[in-house]
């Protein structure tokens, strides 16, 4: 039996700013709002990440988590400042003394914090299911945001993370049922 945590990565309101949303923003809010509540009433912890930089500025609206996902008392909250969620942060930490051993993930933005935090479990000795249909972007010049999604389902499914839908992810008694 492997103990498993929810991971949550920078599902905040800057991303669902509505000059500039991320793509299919109400579907990813969906997704994660089936998860969290699976996850909580399993008995599953939760672990929400929370990007900081000039544009998710500590304590402003753009950087809070957003509200249909908001985390319950006494849920972890990590801080971070690079793509990497354990890059200088506590959040091997926790997960340690959690004695958890496997992390499924979702939230944003796939290309970046949810690519880099993924392969560092992996590296750090995790199990990662990555939750495909749970992770988001914005199109780029040369990709559009579905393109790069599926690129990095494919990637990192191929080494890094077992790939599940949202509705394949069942949590019983502090695990993952696959």
């Not at 949303?21 to 929370?50: H, M, T």
């Not at 402003?60 to 990497?84: F, L, R, Y």
């Not at 091997?92 to 499924?104: D, G």
Request: proline share 3%.
């Amino acid at each position: 039996m492997q103990k498993t945590a929810l991971l949550v990565i920078d599902v905040q309101n800057a991303m669902f700013d509505e000059s500039c949303p991320i793509y299919d923003g109400e579907g990813l809010l969906k997704n994660l709002q089936v998860l969290i509540n699976q996850a909580r009433s399993a008995n599953v912890p939760v672990f929400f990440v929370q990007h900081n930089d000039e544009e998710f500025k500590f304590g402003t609206p753009p950087w809070e988590i957003h509200s249909s996902i908001a985390p319950n008392a006494g849920e972890v909250v990590i801080q971070k400042h690079t793509p990497d969620s354990f890059h200088e942060t506590e959040l091997h930490e926790k997960l340690k003394a959690a004695q958890i051993q496997h992390l499924v993930v979702a939230g944003n933005q796939t290309e970046y914090c949810v690519d880099t935090t993924i392969r560092r479990a992996f590296s750090l000795g995790y199990h990662v299911t990555l939750v495909k249909d749970a992770h988001r972007t914005w199109d780029s010049d040369s990709l559009s945001a579905k393109q790069i999604m599926d690129h990095h389902n494919q990637v990192l499914g191929n080494a890094f993370a077992t790939l599940k839908e949202t509705e394949e992810i069942q949590f019983s008694g502090e695990e993952l049922v696959i």
